[in-house]
């Protein structure tokens, strides 16, 4: 109490002090008030603003100053309350004249704002004033009256160099930093028809910046420059070079956040995020980046609201208006879709903005015939906005229109090469390398590949596709539009362009949008590990995954749900060949015990999040219930065909499923529970359990609370918290299990490996099974040469949880145990085990390739030679190998094709001359007689003009053998 009453006297002295201050007084707490606003304690800032204002109401830069920071934080009622003030105290004073339209611009008043800036403009010319003013002609559709508005700042600034050197005249430096920002804000809008004039842009705002080091804005408005330019670090650095001096700057935090997530730093971006929130969330900028962001993750009412709330504020911004029309399409709201539309050109008549970002937003979707048209819509409103012509190239480019694309791209880059410098630079340059690609095709595709490929991965992969066409055709009992361009890339970045016109995103393998399916080559997926240059992913998984997103996207016409595509190409992974499951079985249990499972009504949204790998695993876990429970693929195929039709996710469960959304949620839960019940692995708790397991420790000094909650910590990595529980729990309970499974597993990790054995084995005599405990029970046993007691807690590890392939897994420690003691086959079924799950281990499958080569088994060996195979086609000897395997099977077809394939290869030259004679000699039991001719001349040109005595007896057989049939053989190739 005695420190409230210092305080409440202290507020009491401060207010009569102000109210019978000396103007001397009041002069430093105004300076004080800026010092603030320019440290951004902006609250602090208006209470000093307010209290200089009460002890003298005259004080004109006070006034002006609260409201410029009530105009920094978004407080616009509040602004506009102050700005009333001043008026009712100065009158017509120009300057608060100026801040009035500014509000009234950014609170959509147009009208009021234009009066104000039209009387002011007659009276004198006025940089700020005359760039406000040309920004309404600008959003209202008078774009040639609002270029002459620019032009004539432009020219101001020109003509009056003298006097806007802020070196010439310092006693002026802040208004002449702000001519020169405003100057580069006209040069922003001029350099939509020019450029050039970005180049400008940046003289200006550096101008602004070298006059008054502390104008932010101006910092940041070059810094969107940079951005633009592909420029992030630089344009990074400006906005942290003002985050530096005013950690809470609304529009540097919003630019940092976006400079961070270019780099695709989501923690870092979300750092600046939660700043603009708490500082401004009026930004008009920030709602912009929200509605786009809940847009692409398909959460169409989320972005209604936001573009809504904005609206509130601004009912005219024309960005964020295109984008509430937008949800509206995307919700199938159409009636209130054409209705924003013609009021949008009611008020804009070269309005291109709703068409515009809805053919962005279809093409996002994969609904590029749509995109297409509102396109065109967009180019017949405005011609100029070469927005419109990147997403007439993006839908071009997806729907495999490459010259089309290329036009379209020419054009955007032409109108607006600076900002297009990054996305649509990149895309042409990837045209102009596709354009250059072998193109080969076949029933169904055109296939797109690096000459340098194309005769091994090119051929190998256009197999493959067919035969997924062939295979998924059959069961959907669907014929996609085809030809579909298959596009194959050897160099990641290029892949990673064609996705999303940029880099930077590694982990990305394939992708369909609808009648293009593109990829990476294994080239391009090298993963150098040990030294091995093998790639750690399946091409042919990647490719069959890929091609099953053509069916989900067709017969939905591109309004299948994320969690839906994602699920059923996984799903029919899994169904080509069991070895291609995506194992998060743990994670799965994890998010079972947690009772973390994701929704339907939100899943869509975790595939722009770090956890996209189980959403895209849960996803295929989705599909097989349904499939289980109802009626197979016909069942998938009907729930596209009605998505086709644009209705709803509730709708299409209730109607195709008959339970509702939450019901099949819980049957989903029932449905893993039966799948991850058996395993004995950690068990997790969700928060809820958590927070009463808390309770209890609290209130009762509940032992076993208390060690659930340390087992929690510890498996959550929080080991500081699992060390204090766990020593709770034992000082209530020493028996405690779980509290002493935490202290072995410490134990274990500081090397205490005698007191960690000791506690495990402990543990496991009285019942408790785990995994995790076993695995590192069989490690110290194993460590210690107690080889029997670590077979038997591998196996006790394998049967608790039979997924884990990480390091130290049971299966390889096993399989190696019974190498030793020579037991191959027992060795092999571990191998066999431990690859059905771990299907991208190529040196493993190697290895067991080449025992069963050993124990002539050609059918497994066979097996997995395939499997090496569709990691990495690039190996001679594999095709060498595979050729003998065909040829024990008796296929030549396949026999020859594994040859062509090995020579295809880099080979040596004997071993290379060795396979065109065998090679040749197919080709002649087949009459293909100018085929063998070829081999025998590259054998030829291959051993310096003089050709192996086996290369001479099929050429004396060539030759029997044309005579035989007529044939010409040293004639040209028949056509």
Request: charged content about 30%.
């Amino acid at each position: 109490m005695k420190i409230l009453h210092t305080i409440l006297f202290a507020s009491f002295v401060l207010t009569f002090f102000i109210a019978g201050a000396s103007a001397r007084d009041i002069e430093d707490v105004y300076y004080e008030g800026l010092e603030l606003l320019d440290e951004g304690k902006y609250q602090f800032a208006v209470s000093r603003f307010e209290r200089v204002l009460r002890a003298d109401e005259s004080h004109y830069e006070a006034h002006v100053a609260l409201i410029e920071t009530r105009h920094v934080i978004g407080e616009l009622t509040e602004e506009e309350a102050a700005i009333e003030s001043a008026l009712q105290i100065f009158g017509d004073e120009r300057e608060l004249r100026f801040l009035k339209a500014r509000l009234l611009f950014d609170t959509g008043r147009y009208d009021e704002a234009k009066l104000i800036l039209a009387k002011a403009l007659e009276e004198s010319f006025d940089v700020g004033m005359r760039l406000y003013h040309s920004k309404i002609l600008w959003n209202t559709g008078n774009r040639d009256e609002a270029l002459g508005g620019f032009s004539a700042i432009l020219s101001y600034a020109n003509a009056n160099r003298g006097d806007l050197d802020a070196r010439a005249h310092p006693e002026k430096y802040t208004e002449i930093s702000k001519v020169w920002m405003y100057v580069g804000e006209a040069l922003v809008y001029l350099a939509e028809r020019s450029d050039d004039l970005y180049q400008d842009a940046q003289k200006a705002f550096l101008n602004a910046i070298s006059a008054n080091e502390r104008n932010y804005d101006a910092i940041v408005s070059l810094g969107y420059l940079y951005l633009w330019n592909d420029l992030d670090v630089d344009a990074r650095d400006r906005a942290l070079s003002v985050i530096g001096k005013n950690n809470h700057h609304p529009g540097a935090n919003l630019l940092a956040a976006l400079c961070f997530l270019a780099k695709h730093n989501r923690p870092e971006a979300d750092k600046h995020f939660v700043e603009l929130e708490t500082q401004n969330p009026n930004l008009m900028e920030f709602f912009v980046f929200r509605t786009e962001t809940a847009l692409g993750n398909e959460d169409y009412d989320g972005a209604l609201e936001l573009a809504g709330t904005a609206l509130g504020i601004d009912p005219v911004h024309p960005k964020l208006r295109a984008l509430h029309a937008v949800c509206k399409f995307m919700l199938g709201k159409t009636d209130e879709f054409e209705a924003e539309m013609k009021q949008m050109i009611e008020f804009n008549p070269s309005a291109s903005d709703i068409p515009r970002e809805l053919a962005g937003v279809l093409n996002v979707h994969h609904r590029f015939d749509e995109a297409l048209a509102f396109a065109e819509k967009a180019l017949e409103l405005s011609e100029f906005d070469w927005r419109v012509y990147v997403h007439l190239g993006d839908a071009h480019f997806r729907l495999g229109d490459l010259e089309k694309a290329r036009e379209a791209y020419q054009i955007a880059y032409r109108r607006d090469s600076f900002r297009n410098r990054l996305h649509t630079r990149n895309k042409l340059q990837l045209l102009e390398k596709i354009l250059g690609f072998d193109r080969r095709t076949s029933s169904h595709f055109n296939i797109f590949c690096p000459i340098k490929e194309r005769e091994v991965f090119g051929r190998l992969a256009t197999d493959f596709a067919e035969e997924a066409y062939r295979e998924l055709s059959a069961k959907y009992e669907f014929e996609p539009r085809t030809p579909i361009n298959l596009e194959l890339y050897d160099w990641h970045n290029d892949f990673e362009v064609r996705i999303l016109g940029l880099t930077g995103v590694p982990g990305i393998l394939g992708v369909c949008f609808g009648q293009v399916v593109a990829m990476d080559s294994p080239t391009a997926r090298l993963a150098f590990s040990g030294g091995s240059g093998r790639p750690d992913t399946v091409w042919a998984k990647t490719l069959w995954h890929e091609m099953a997103h053509v069916y989900q996207i067709q017969i939905s016409r591109g309004r299948v749900p994320r969690w839906l595509a994602e699920g059923m190409s996984v799903y029919e992974e899994w169904n080509r060949n069991p070895e291609w499951r995506r194992e998060m079985d743990l994670e799965l249990a994890n998010a079972y015990n947690r009772k973390d499972l994701l929704k339907l009504a939100n899943i869509d949204s975790v595939f722009q999040t770090a956890n996209i790998m189980f959403a895209y695993y849960q996803g295929g876990e989705m599909v097989t219930y349904i499939t289980q429970r109802w009626n197979g693929v016909r069942t998938l195929k009907e729930m596209l065909e009605r998505f086709a039709d644009d209705y709803s996710l509730e709708f299409v469960i209730e109607n195709v499923l008959s339970v509702s959304v939450e019901e099949f949620d819980e049957g989903f839960r029932t449905f893993v529970g039966e799948k991850v019940g058996s395993f004995n692995v950690p068990k997790l708790v969700s928060a809820e359990e958590f927070d009463d397991l808390d309770l209890a420790v609290e209130e009762k000094q509940d032992a076993h609370a208390a060690g659930v909650i340390a087992l929690n910590h510890y498996l959550t990595g929080n080991k500081g918290d699992a060390e204090i529980y766990s020593g709770l729990a034992l000082m209530w309970d020493p028996k405690n299990i779980e509290a002493r499974v935490v202290r072995a597993h410490l134990a274990y990790e500081r090397g205490d490996i005698d007191s960690a054995t000791l506690l495990y084995e402990e543990v496991l005599a009285g019942g408790y099974r785990d995994f995790l405990l076993e695995l590192r029970v069989a490690r110290i046993y194993a460590r210690t040469g107690n080889v029997r007691g670590a077979e038997q807690m591998f196996k006790q590890a394998i049967e608790s949880f039979p997924y884990f392939v990480g390091e130290g897994n049971g299966y390889l420690m096993l399989a190696q145990f019974e190498e030793v003691q020579g037991n191959q086959k027992r060795a092999l079924d571990y191998y066999e085990k431990y690859l059905a799950i771990a299907e991208s281990d190529y040196e493993v499958r190697t290895a067991v390739a080449d025992i069963y080569k050993s124990l002539g088994q050609p059918e497994a060996e066979l097996h997995h030679r395939k499997h090496l195979l569709w990691m990495w086609p690039f190996d001679s000897q594999l095709h060498l190998r595979l050729s003998e395997l065909c040829d024990a099977a008796g296929d030549s077809e396949l026999r020859i094709k594994h040859l062509e394939l090995a020579i295809a290869c880099d080979m040596e030259d004997p071993a290379e001359i060795a396979a065109r004679i065998e090679l040749g000699g197919l080709y002649l039991q087949y009459d293909r007689l100018f085929d063998c001719r070829d081999q025998i001349e590259r054998v030829e040109f291959l051993s310096g003009g003089t050709l192996p005595a086996e290369a001479e007896e099929l050429k004396k057989k060539l030759r029997e053998r044309a005579d035989e049939l007529g044939v010409n053989i040293d004639g040209p190739r028949p056509q």
